[in-house]
């Protein structure tokens, strides 16, 4: 009998366990642009390097916890692409959201046009750091805020740009909780062997 009852309370511990390691992560998109006189300057190398001028507007659309009100200012971290997997790229930061790249995937890079792939890390405050994934992409010629450095470089570009932070959040694993339902079946089927002699 007291095998059976310590059985059946590490079989409750367990599925609580379970249960309470479980917290909330972070879920839905943010979506941010340029403002009017925000732009990016990037050059179509191998490697090719962002350098934003101007904060960009966020709340365009967005949801879940990632929803933030239109018009705040987004701070954007001026990175290069295809740097050495692990080191954070990017670092996108609004309203206690802050996303860091430490991969990418370049999809297309020609002039006037950029397409990226980020993956990484959200963080917000109040939730659990989540996986996240960053569309990055420029789009036509911005104005003449910003500038190339030299001003000859004939592979840096100036445009207006935009991008969707999505949240990918992953299940939290259920073999503990599964352990502590088959400690608990067990220690029910033990218990009701033991009263039936």
């Known amino acids: 009998m007291k ?3 310590k059985v059946l309370a590490l079989g409750a511990a367990i599925a609580a366990s379970a249960t309470m390691a479980r917290a909330d992560q972070v ?18 190398g191998s490697n090719p390097s962002l350098v934003f001028v101007n904060p960009g507007d966020t709340g365009l659309g967005s949801t879940g916890t990632l929803g933030v009100s239109n018009g705040n200012n987004i701070s954007l971290v001026n990175f ?10 990017f670092t996108v930061s609004v309203d206690g959201i802050t996303f860091t790249a430490t991969s990418d995937t370049v999809a297309y890079n020609a002039s006037n046009y950029l397409s990226i792939t980020l993956y990484g890390t959200i963080n917000e405050t109040g939730y659990d750091a989540t996986p996240g994934i960053l569309l990055l992409s420029t789009q036509g ?5 910003a500038t190339c450095s030299p001003s000859n470089d004939a592979s840096c570009h100036p445009t207006s740009y935009s991008g969707t932070l999505t949240a990918t959040p992953t299940p939290e694993p259920s073999s503990l909780a599964l352990l502590g339902t088959t400690l608990l079946g067990a220690a029910g089927m033990a218990r009701r062997r033991f ?3």
Not at 27 to 44: E, H, K
Request: hydrophobic share 40%; glycine share 8%.
């Open 27 to 44: 879920s839905g998109v943010l979506n941010f642009a340029s403002t009017p006189n925000g732009s990016v300057t990037y050059s179509d």
């Open 141 to 145: 010629i911005a104005s003449d805020v």
């Open 195 to 197: 009263l039936n002699k």
């Open 3 to 5: 095998i059976a009852l």
């Open 80 to 89: 290069t692409a295809n740097a050495l997997p692990g080191t954070p790229l």
